[in-house]
């Protein structure tokens, strides 16, 4: 029997920073699991190093399932960010090693195929509507099916999901950077913004759009009830999620479906949204939700409601996150879409991945195991860089959520 005999936690930042741990047998197979908590990464870097690993050496690859359960209930001190993202990267890194073994893509350890690739959209902004137009345009010539449409609210320098560059990362060098937003702006801006793009590029695409969590539910309905002649794939984080009744008054005033929980971390952050069929679209990933195996359960439990799922998949989740989400949405029933941001030229120096986008669509690597490797030695090029996301204020100088 092949036990665990090595587990070595890797930081590197080519272009941004990322938490990788890789797993070694005694066989000689070695597993990758991405452990990457945007702005606390050396949080979840520390709890795998100084807490985790020691407690994997010896133990059985082959157990994954009593591997999430001693590591979830053996900590005592449950869920969160920190904890769950180090969780999920044992987890992944134990799939990968399974799929190797098993000479197996992981998609074919989860069953199978139910479709051959995992629709994305792609992030689509500008910092005004004429800029936005033009980048819907690109990505339509690219060959996306499902755009998420951000622009610049005039006189909001804190807008959300605006691109500076060729790939957006809003996590900053030095201390955060304090961005100033007016709900009041927003609210008269994104309708008129949105429906300009539907004026121009008509209805035969998915058009998003994310609020970020900015809302009142009050608001967000009022909101929803604007975009529905837009018909909207989805309204995303609309409102924070952590009094989930909250989203029964949205449901109640507004038909626009509803998307949240990239910032989830276990089946009971959306128990109640999904039992209650509160949301439309769940969109927990692999990597701040448990693992393959934590999230897979969160999308059986969704199955059961008529729940699509929507994974988050910016760009501070690694490649090895990305490929590991590709196996599971073209495995589960209940895939709606997956979120998709290409990771730079030098992200890729260091993971090299098997993964493929044709036709505005993700194809898994039919590899072994998830398909991605890592070259520690390119890694090593890449130190660590602290870096912060934002944090928001409104106008009058208190804090609001970001």
């Not at 799929?99 to 902004?125: C, E, I, N, Q």
């Amino acid at each position: 029997m092949a036990t665990i005999t090595g587990a070595k936690v890797i930081i590197t930042s080519p272009g941004r920073n990322f938490v990788t741990l890789k797993i070694t047998t005694s066989d000689g197979v070695t597993g990758l699991g991405d452990a990457t908590l945007n702005g606390r990464e050396l949080a979840v870097a520390a709890y795998l190093r100084d807490h985790l690993v020691p407690l994997l050496i010896g133990r059985d690859p082959d157990r994954i399932e009593d591997m999430w359960q001693y590591l979830y209930k053996g900590a005592y001190w449950r869920r969160g960010p920190v904890t769950m993202t180090a969780i999920a990267a044992v987890d992944t890194a134990l799939w990968d090693i399974k799929g190797k073994v098993a000479g197996m893509p992981v998609y074919d350890l989860l069953g199978g195929r139910a479709r051959d690739g995992a629709m994305v959209y792609g992030h689509a902004s500008g910092g005004s509507v004429a800029e936005l137009l033009d980048d819907v345009a690109r990505f339509r010539d690219l060959g996306y099916r499902a755009i998420r449409a951000q622009a610049a609210v005039p006189g909001s320098p804190g807008s959300y999901g605006v691109r500076h560059g060729a790939i957006y990362e809003p996590a900053a060098t030095a201390l955060p950077e304090e961005q100033l937003w007016s709900t009041e702006d927003y609210l008269d801006f994104a309708p008129s913004c949105l429906g300009q793009v539907r004026e121009k590029f008509g209805f035969d695409f998915h058009l998003l759009h994310d609020v970020h969590h900015r809302l009142t539910p009050t608001e967000a309905g009022r909101l929803g009830r604007a975009f529905e002649e837009l018909r909207l794939f989805w309204m995303e984080d609309p409102t924070p999620a952590e009094l989930q009744e909250s989203f029964r008054q949205i449901r109640r005033a507004t038909t626009t479906p509803i998307a949240v929980g990239e910032v989830f971390n276990s089946i009971w952050d959306c128990q109640q949204l999904i039992t209650e069929r509160l949301i439309d679209y769940i969109r927990a990933s692999v990597v701040h939700a448990g693992g393959i195996t934590h999230l897979r359960r969160i999308f059986h439990l969704a199955e059961l409601y008529q729940v699509r799922t929507g994974s988050h998949g910016a760009t501070d989740l690694s490649p090895v996150s990305l490929s590991a989400a590709v196996h599971l949405d073209v495995t589960v029933p209940n895939f709606g879409v997956q979120e998709y941001m290409a990771h730079s030229p030098l992200t890729h120096e260091v993971f090299r991945t098997g993964y493929e986008l044709r036709d505005g669509a993700l194809y898994p690597s039919s590899a072994p195991g998830l398909g991605v490797e890592l070259d520690e030695e390119a890694a090593a090029r890449f130190p660590y860089e602290p870096k912060y996301l934002p944090v928001g204020r409104r106008t009058d100088g208190s804090v609001h959520d970001w």
